[in-house]
Nanobody
Framework: QEQLVESGGGLVQAGGSLRVSCAASGLTFTLYNLAWYRQTPGEQRELVAGITKDGVTNYADSVRGRFIISRDNDKNTVALQMNSLKPEDTAVYYC????????????WGQGTQVTVSS
């Protein structure tokens, strides 16, 4: 059974750093593009950062230069290193996987809360 499980969320002060990670199981990890999304109450889920199966990355303008997405194909994990955190980064962060070759196979993790205090 395919599963994405996030970990590493928590409470941090503004200006601090936090790393969230996502472990995948039940899928051929190297065939998936991966991403981190976030969502606050009453808002739509937004893309934070993505990384293709080949390691090409992209970032939302609001986090570029502060966040780094990475993947470890040996451990089937994708991580998001968040630096210089701001209160507006407070959200539930979700891991996302999408099959890279035509078939519409997508998976979401359950989310992990990140709270940045001012």
């Amino acid at each position: 059974q395919e599963q994405l499980v996030e970990s590493g969320g928590g409470l941090v002060q503004a200006g601090g750093s936090l790393r969230v990670s996502c472990a995948a199981s039940g899928l051929t990890f190297t065939l998936y593009n991966l991403a981190w999304y976030r969502q606050t109450p009453g808002e739509q889920r937004e893309l934070v950062a993505g990384i293709t199966k080949d390691g090409v990355t992209n970032y939302a303008d609001s986090v570029r230069g502060r966040f780094i997405i990475s993947r470890d194909n040996d451990k089937n994990t994708v991580a998001l290193q968040m630096n210089s955190l701001k209160p507006e980064d407070t959200a539930v962060y979700y891991c996302y996987a999408r099959f890279a070759f035509g078939r519409q196979l997508t998976y979401w993790g359950q989310g992990t809360q990140v709270t940045v205090s001012s």
